[in-house]
Each structure stands twice: as structure tokens, then as C-alpha cells.
């Protein structure tokens, strides 16, 4: 039942399909790009530390709480605006929040609504009988 042939042209598909995902099987290569994106974090937190003032670090790391994607945009805006020597001195509470306004004025600002209805859901209190 096991043909060579077949084992080797199995093998020879599976190193195409993961070339072609970006996935080579090799663990190295896995550690290596983890490590890399490891010190990538640890750059941006010490970008982070050196250009926030304790009270704006506490602020973004709440707003990072509540909407993860928002804050991972500051993050990066601030590190680019660091990197680029727009920051002289280190950013403090309200001039982060200043900052925080400007970006909100910037993005679309996207309406949800939620629409509750009782006579579906059963819960009218006119028919409570006791």
C-alpha cells in the first residue's frame, strides 16, 4: 500500500503549500520571527516610556483596555512622531488628550444603534397579572 512514489510527491505538495503560506515547518524560523516581533514590543515600550509623561502612559493604557485597536493607533502615531524628533519633550496628560481629540476629528465616527423590541421579547410589564 505504500508506494515511494506517492510518499515523495506527498511531501514534495506539502513543501509547496507551506512556501506558498509563508510556513516552512522549520522551528528556528518561527523562533526567530517571534523574537523579532518580541523586540519590536520592547523598542515601542521604551519609545513609549521616554516620550510619555506617568499620568498620559496611565491614560493610553486605559484606553488600550476598552478599545484595543484605538490605542494600538496612538501607540503608533507617538512612536512615529518620536522617531521623526516631533517630540521634544515628554507628552503629558493633556496634551495626549489634545491628541486624542484631533484623531477622533480625523476618523469617521461609525453610529450603532440598538433596537429593542418588547413585544418580541415578552417582557411587557402591562400583563402581569397578580
Known sequence: MDDPELDKIRQQRLAQLQAQHGGTGDPNQAKQQEERMQQMEEAKHTILAQALSQDA?????????????????????????????????????????QLL????????????TVKFDRRRAALDSDDDDF
Open 101 to 112: 481629540e484631533s484623531l477622533n476629528q480625523q476618523m469617521p465616527k461609525s453610529t450603532s
Open 57 to 97: 502612559r496611565a491614560r493610553l493604557n486605559t484606553i488600550k483596555l476598552s478599545r484595543p485597536e484605538k490605542g494600538a493607533m496612538v501607540e503608533n502615531m507617538i512612536c512615529r512622531m518620536a522617531q521623526m524628533g516631533q517630540v521634544r519633550t515628554k507628552i503629558s496628560e493633556p496634551e495626549l488628550i
